[in-house]
């Protein structure tokens, strides 16, 4: 008897920056190779390629992920948000300007994954989210407030995120510019209000 063959690809559509996008991809492809060969979304970067380095992150319903781990025809019907939704030229993301005003960046690779990365993470600070270095007497009180995101917090929130260039204080310094603007996880989070005070 000869075995039947099964398909291998399949068609989904992803709703990427608020625009739906429907590909027909097989079903071994990634998130990431879907985003940059089949939608020319060049913003989010293969670096390690095993999610390990943080180049690759996305917002997947608002919450940070490796788009190299994740298979695309897992996500039919996802919304997910790049770095090209952040912001444009002429009105870029609060945490874009920071990142440019603290030369937060050498060789730039990088710093597609950790601005997405930062997004995400200042959601989930302001949702009261606790990380490994959250002080005890802070959960304890288990309040659901915002998150203070001091220097240690922030260094390990976003320690997944990889700069060969060892940018690291400026990101951390472009990171604590903004710390309080960035207050939602849905879609994009962009943070209202115009221009800001760049701390020393």
Excluded: W
């Excluded at 559509?13 to 492809?29: E, F, G, I, K, S």
């Excluded at 990171?175 to 849905?186: G, K, Y």
């Amino acid at each position: 008897m000869i075995p039947q063959r099964t398909a291998t690809s399949s068609t989904l559509t992803l709703y990427v920056n608020d625009t739906a996008h429907t590909v027909t991809a097989d079903h071994r492809t990634t998130l990431l190779d879907v985003l940059r060969e089949h939608l020319d979304l060049t913003g989010t970067k293969k670096g390690c390629d095993h999610g390990q380095c943080g180049a690759c992150t996305v917002l997947v319903e608002g919450r940070r992920a490796n788009s190299c781990l994740l298979l695309a025809v897992a996500h039919d019907g996802a919304h997910l948000t790049t770095v090209e939704g952040l912001g444009d030229e002429g009105r870029p993301h609060p945490l874009q300007e920071a990142f440019h005003e603290r030369d937060a960046f050498q060789c730039g690779y990088c710093t597609p994954g950790q601005i997405v990365s930062g997004v995400g993470m200042l959601c989930e600070a302001a949702e009261g989210h606790p990380s490994h270095v959250t002080p005890r007497e802070v959960l304890e009180r288990a309040t659901g407030a915002p998150a203070e995101l001091d220097r240690d917090e922030i260094r390990e929130r976003m320690s997944g995120n990889i700069c060969r260039c060892g940018a690291y204080p400026y990101i951390v310094r472009a990171l604590e510019d903004v710390r309080h603007e960035v207050t939602r996880a849905d879609g994009p989070a962009r943070a209202s209000g115009g221009g800001r005070e760049v701390p020393a």
